[in-house]
């Protein structure tokens, strides 16, 4: 996957709190999408990158192993010279040690004045969506992704991840409208109907919801966030058995995630009754 920090937030999206009217309400809690640095670090894009060659290939790898001898690696290199390619390794290495902030504002910025060709600054771009995401500043991924999209429109991960930005601020309308155009280039995303499904759920679009709950478990039959999703479906149509069961699968499915997290919330309310809710 292009993006794992997608997922991360995707437990996020798709079990944010419950909007329904008088008693009776589910409430899910929504974490906040900053998570640790070792869970969400976003994998430099495949080629294009903003460089090539064997610094850029050893700063790279180093990121998955360890942050600092990365980020050292990235310092020494723009000292001599490294350029954009430096810069960019500089930059994921400060997100991997935690400071997502940071590391979003510096993305953004060498997105904006590289050199490079549309994809690879529109990949940079993207990364910096991410970590404004990570550091729970949800406007500045929308605008990210927005300017990623200006130099790549049809990138349907580009469209996935404005729709999550725009999920985490609540406008859903407008994530449906990105998942639909995703979906109409890659009709098998199996994430971005979930996402598109907690969408419907939002604006109590209950049938929408479970049609693309169920094809993107027919895609994709260990999607744990699938799981969760149709959980919660499944719970404010009065079926608590399959809501727990479902919940009960995602946990075994993605265990120590924020994914099963949000999954044993969910399932100590539903212990808990209706006088909980």
Known sequence: ???????????????AALSALGAGVWVVAT???????????????????????????RCLALLGLDAEAAHAFAEAWKEQGGGEGAQHCRALSILALGQPMRAAEMLEALAARSQAGHAARAAVFAQAAQAFL?????????????????????????LIDRAVALGTLGRYR????????????????????????ASWRHLDRRQEAARDIERALALAPDNPEAFLERGILRQLGGDAEGAREDWERAIALAPDTPTADLAVQN???????????
């Open 1 to 15: 996957m292009r993006r794992p920090v997608r997922h991360v937030l995707l437990g996020a999206f798709a079990a």
């Open 31 to 57: 974490p906040s999408p900053a998570r640790t640095a070792e869970e969400t670090l976003p994998t430099p894009p495949e080629p294009p990158r903003l460089a090539d060659g064997p610094e850029a290939q």
């Open 134 to 158: 990570m550091a729970g500043e949800s406007n500045r991924a929308f605008g990210a992704t927005t300017l990623a999209l200006t130099l790549t429109p049809e990138d349907a991960d580009l």
């Open 174 to 197: 407008e994530a449906i409208e990105d998942l639909d155009r995703a979906l109409g280039r890659d009709p098998d995303r199996a994430e971005a109907l979930v996402f598109r499904a």
């Open 267 to 277: 399932l100590a309310l539903n212990e808990a009754g209706p006088q909980r809710r």
